[in-house]
């Protein structure tokens, strides 16, 4: 069973910075476009970085410069480095990526890591 988790949030103060993993487990052929997203109070849930397997990258324009995403394709884990960190960047953060089995290709979520940024 495939499943992705996230980990690597918590509380930081404005200025600060975290990193958050997302390990993808079970019967993995390929991972396709891991993206991050994330969900505010009140807010719907939006993409903050997306990455292809080519490398290239895309960023919510309110992230850009301050966020980074990347991969480790030897240990099926994607993660986002978040600097100069905002109150407005407290929301739960969310792994989402195309996973090919060998079996069939379908999207996952995984379960959430908050992020709680103090002014």
């Known amino acids: 069973q495939v499943k992705l988790v996230e980990s690597g949030g918590g509380l930081v103060q404005a200025g600060g910075s975290l990193r958050l993993s997302c390990a993808a487990s079970?019967?993995?052929?390929?991972?396709?476009?891991p993206a991050w997203y994330r969900q505010g109070p009140g807010n719907e849930r939006e993409l903050v970085a997306r990455?292809?397997?080519?490398?290239?990258?895309n960023y919510a324009d309110s992230v850009k410069g301050r966020f980074t995403i990347s991969r480790d394709n030897a240990k099926n884990t994607v993660y986002l480095q978040m600097n100069s960190l905002s109150p407005e960047d407290t929301a739960v953060y969310y792994c989402?990526?195309?996973?090919?089995?060998?079996?069939?290709?379908?999207?996952?979520w995984g379960q959430g890591t908050q992020v709680t940024v103090s002014s």
């Open positions: 989402n990526a195309l996973i090919g089995s060998f079996t069939t290709t379908a999207e996952y």
């Open positions: 990455i292809t397997g080519a490398g290239s990258t």
């Open positions: 079970g019967s993995i052929f390929s991972i396709n476009r």
